[in-house]
């Protein structure tokens, strides 16, 4: 592990802070395997994380000069892609409890693909979203051309994705990009707010309705049906809802995190 990825830790929910200011927090491969490794780990205790960077950036995307060799005849710009940050992106997709990103500065390229993957994206005026891959020749990773037309629609994502402009956050949230604006100096305690609240939550509903959305997102109507039905029944056989269900008979608040 390096020191590239800091863990805070504040009650039930942990931050996982990019931590490279030389860089603006451009990722390398072993940053990406190590947020990775993180996540999993993390999850295990927490009940909700949230993705941070700095003031100036949460991250300008990947490192290219640690990523690709003098001699690039015979490099494989994809291979990086198979090994390390896909993975890391299936394993945002699958993890357990909410994901909340506070987004400051820039979040580009495989960058802006981790803060858009999160549940709830907190983004400050200032900030910008940026899918700059066109400038150099190659085309957006991370999933970041399933996120951005799912997100805004085809339209939109192309403009974002030909054009290479910056997205600034009060456009991104109009466009839907977005969950919550403010201002720059309130983006952590913003998300820290609603990662709290998130742990308070019932953590085995939250994880449910986690996987049932990321599968949706790639079903008929019809297997949507089926998967609401399999996984309402996994829900109902929880101590979270007996204690809902509880709460609610009691007309009383539900303490899911007893």
């Known amino acids: 592990m390096t020191d590239k990825i800091l863990i805070e830790s504040k009650g039930a929910v942990t931050t996982l802070r990019l931590n ?54 015979s490099f494989d710009v994809g291979e990086t892609l198979e090994q390390d940050y896909n993975p890391l992106m299936l394993a945002i997709r699958d993890l357990s409890v909410p994901l909340v990103s506070a987004v400051n500065g820039v979040a580009a390229g495989v960058g802006a693909s981790i803060a858009l993957s999160c549940d709830i994206i907190v983004a400050g005026r200032d900030a910008y979203f940026l899918e700059a891959f066109a400038r150099i020749g190659l085309i957006p990773d991370g999933g970041a ?17 030909l054009l290479a402009e910056k997205i600034p956050a009060p ?66 056989e929880t101590p979270d809802f007996a204690e809902g269900l509880s709460a609610f008979l009691e007309k009383r608040p539900a303490r899911f995190n007893e």
């Open 20 to 73: 490279d200011p030389a860089t603006m927090n451009s990722l390398t491969p072993a940053m990406a395997r190590e947020l990775h490794e993180r996540l999993v780990e993390e999850a295990k205790t927490a009940r909700a994380i949230v993705l941070a960077g700095s003031e100036r950036a949460f991250s300008t995307g990947a490192n290219l000069k640690a990523a690709i060799p003098q001699d690039i005849a």
């Open 171 to 236: 456009q991104a949230f109009d466009w839907g990009l977005i969950t919550r604006l403010v201002d720059n100096d309130a983006v952590e305690a913003t998300a820290l707010e609603i990662a709290q609240r998130l742990a308070e939550g019932p953590s085995s509903s939250l994880a449910l309705i986690r996987r049932a959305a990321w599968r949706a997102a790639d079903s008929d109507f019809e297997s949507t049906l089926g998967n609401e039905r399999e996984w309402q029944k996994q829900a109902g």
């Open 145 to 161: 051309t399933w996120l951005l037309t799912r997100a805004v629609g085809r339209v939109r994502a192309m403009e974002m994705m």
